[in-house]
């Protein structure tokens, strides 16, 4: 007699195994309802496959959208290390994307110089950005979720008023964005440049130190217990402060990657939900800061299949619809994981009782 | 104390037939058929795991039994929820209250209740306890916040919420852990008052000389299945002891030090200097505790839960800074913070494992190196060596006896047991000092407890000292060669083991002393608290 049973634990192999066919079965899902709006999948599918990882260009587009999601989703994936979740990635890549475009825009010098300065400052404006909320849960215990997504609304409007405002662009004129930046992050592989690399290194530079360093295990036991951690002496409170900042350092890099290395400007909206698609990377990585690299890749297909599609005349929500879609069926795949199939420990005897009729008094 | 006497062919309130529960791997309950008499008090016996627990959640409703059949006042039931349980009249206690801390104790009576009034105003909730309350001979403050409850007065809820619901079957688990002996002889006549009205308790319970007490018939449980149920008048608790055990229980004699061991100290490890402390709200929690701890003695604090032990168990492992005195550790001033206590050989074996001592969720090798993670070969200059870490994990569990198929397996997934044995070996690998055991044995099985104690025999031999905080007199008495008693955050007095005994132990947790001085300051005491 044998039945499902569902187990406290999911292992990998059934994890990964689910969700690949949670992504089966999203596409069959999204094939069908294109077929049944009258369109001819098939030749959708194979522009899908040719624009994305089926052509140089494709693949230099993919890794552009992969470098800001892996940055945003290693931002949330830190602070889901410790028990937190810092929903404030779109506020934080905003205030890089500030504090990068200021040193652009009024430093002069090589890009030698000004590329670093540029990346300091906008971590530094990230961390910030990230302060307010993180003084506040570490000595006031004030939910981080709420402030940190509050804030991200200011980011929002203070990214519009200054590409609007005081930087506006005055030579061409440009309505919502400042002038071009002087420097740039260079290029290594068509329009791919070294920000995508160093993403890649940062993910698993947090990995290891998650790994490899007494930091990391007492931010894990920190994380899965404070009463644990509490009772071994560890310093809780300034692992909470400093994973909270180092996300808001992450963030605000891809914000300035986004800046120096893709759009060479401050542009109201630019964050483009960078920040809150590395909650999504964040939950498809399940904590793991390797697992953020393939997660992000995911999320840059469907990105990246989103414009082809809207290429085709579907409407550019598809991409919200898509990813709702990939998350519900990879979250029941998530959920199925954990069940295995059991037999009893010892076979029933052929002569059990039958269960008496249910009576109610 | 014989129970009423019943007509001839009342059928018993609860009869269970061939009843089998299967996990995977495991069998939890089989073929246990079992009787429960209208007017009688029916012990249940076992080890840890032998099924107990499992068998009154069929009972009740939490698990549906894989075969077997269950009948209730002669009729056949099967519940699918506690809920059609309690509506049949079965009313199950746990051992951890599921009351709302925060509601009033008539909030909590009346909560998930079809009886509950439309008009549930507090004056209304409040009358109709206090009625429930005089009518069953459960003593409760309606208005209190349970929060603000002894445990004692926590679990009257419990039990006066279950016989509101008309309970005509009352299972109760190891319901005197977290008594007072006199609030468990309260308990005892409550439930022999309700016996006299013709209803059936049954009680789980480790203490034999309880189940010897009140019980009218024992049934033993053994590896899921029924060895076999006694008139507890033909008993004796040595017999017992080995039913549920499986072979004979050699009582040791753990005073008794082995040759070659150390002697007791002459110098403390650890000594507090008039130490007070207040909680978060100013309320004094412990009041001018002056005390040593020698190397190579057991020091047993006894007293009532809640009397300042959690207080004191912090301070004595530096999780707690006292508010106003001294901590020396080996005649010095101690470095504050429970970590520089670890490292300076001051071991801990807190009151809850999962919720302080273990990161339920983390790997077991996650949770071994708790206490060393710092330290060459697993730590040093900042880094974290996992394959270190892995063979520290198999040390100690290898030290433990307890088998682990998968060090990356989380924590949560081994038994209280195996869990408590993995704490206690990691504890006292650090312990060179000292180690402080909070309630140690609370949850184990009378095999577990036997191999728990002999650990700390082994370590005084060894030199260390050790503190063993325990509700449990006879455990104390069994262990330690001084017994402190505390009382309202005072420490009422420290008794040599020897001219110490329980009546006087008894008297000194209740606040009671021979002085007159001494009656000053406990009552001094509880106002503060």
Redesign the interface.
Known sequence: MTRF?R???APARLVLAWRAAALVAAALIIGLLLALSGRNVFELAVLVLKSTIGSRFGLEDLALFMTPLILTGSAVTVTSRIGLWNIGGEGQFYLGAIGAAGVGLYMPGSPIVVLPVMAVTAMLCGVAWIAVPTLARAYAGVNEIITTLLLNFVAGLLTYWLATGPWRDRVTGALASTGRIHVAIPEFWGVVHWGFPIALLVAGGLAAIM????????V??SG??P??A?????PTRARIIAVMLLSGALAALAGMFEVAGTVHRLQGGMADNFGYLGIVVAVLARRSCLAVIPAALLMALILDAAIVLQTRQLAATVVLAITGLVLLLIAIGDELAHYRP?T???R??PS??V?????T? | MRPPPVAPGTPPVLQL??I?K?F????AN?DVSLDVLSGEILALLGENGAGKSTLMNVVTGIYLA????MI??G????FSSPQEAI???IGMVHQHFKLVPAFTVAENIHLGWSETPRNASPAVLEARTQELSERFGFPVDPSARVEDLSAGEQQRVEILRVLARKARLLILDEPTAVLTPSEARDLFRALRAFRAEGNAVIIISHKLDEVMEISDRVTILRGGRKIGTWDTADCAPRMLAATMVGREVVRQNLLLRSEGAAPRGTVPELSLRDVSVRDDRGVTTLSDVTLDVFGGEILGIAGVAGNGQRELTEVLT??TPPGRGTVLLGGAPAEP??????RQGVG?I?QDRL????????SIT?NM???E??QPPI?GH?????EAALELAREIANIAEVNIPDFA??V??LSGGNQQRLVARREIRIARRLLVAAYPSRGLDIGAIATMHRYFADLRDQGVGIVVVSEDLEELLNLSDRIGVLCHGRLMAVLDAAEADIERIGLLMGGRTETSETKMSVAEGAILS
């Open positions: 049973q187990f406290p634990t790994t490899w360093t007494s930091w990391g295990y007492e894990r036991i899965a217990n009463g644990a509490r009772y071994a002496g560890m059991v009893p420990a010892v029933l005897p059990a009782p269960a008496t009729p249910k009576v008094t | 037939v061939g089998a299967y995977p791997g495991v069998i089989e894989d075969a077997g059949e209730f006042d009729y056949g039931v099967q509506k049949a009249g530096g999780l913070g429970a970590a520089a206590f670890a801990h807190p919720h302080s001592a273990l990161a339920p969720s983390l996650d190196v708790l206490r993670y710092e730590g900042g880094f974290y060596h996992a397996m989380p949560r997934n």
